[in-house]
């Protein structure tokens, strides 16, 4: 997601389309990217934080958090 | 998230790329849209549900889960 100082115009637009929509109670939103990786158990969770730093996440203007989700076989 | 049978290139991007990092045992990887609301009491579990399939997803090809998230005061 974007950092918290950072400018979310995107985010600004959906709160200004809100109105229009009759919802005034929300005072904001913030958009940012969702990654979901299906890896096997040779991926570490260091590899997986190298491949956020290095190719998903924007790391001056993004934080990342990473979830780890176990598929029910 | 991009419904299941919609091609994703921009996953499809991250895995080829993934090769060069050296992490060789990702299989697949989805690149989706995540918004974080900030809303009052009068915002109802409705109207997130109206403003997604209005304004924040495109229901033709992408899914989504509404995830409800307590600020500790």
Redesign the interface.
Known sequence: ?PKAEILDPQ?QA?VR??GR?G?????????????????????TRE?IQ??AE???ANTVIEDFEIVDVEEIK
Do not use: N
């Open positions: 997601m985010g959906v389309a809100l929509l919802v005034t109670g929300v005072s904001d939103v913030r958009q940012g990217k969702r990654f979901e990786i299906e890896a096997d158990d040779t991926v590899d190298k491949m290095v190719l998903l």
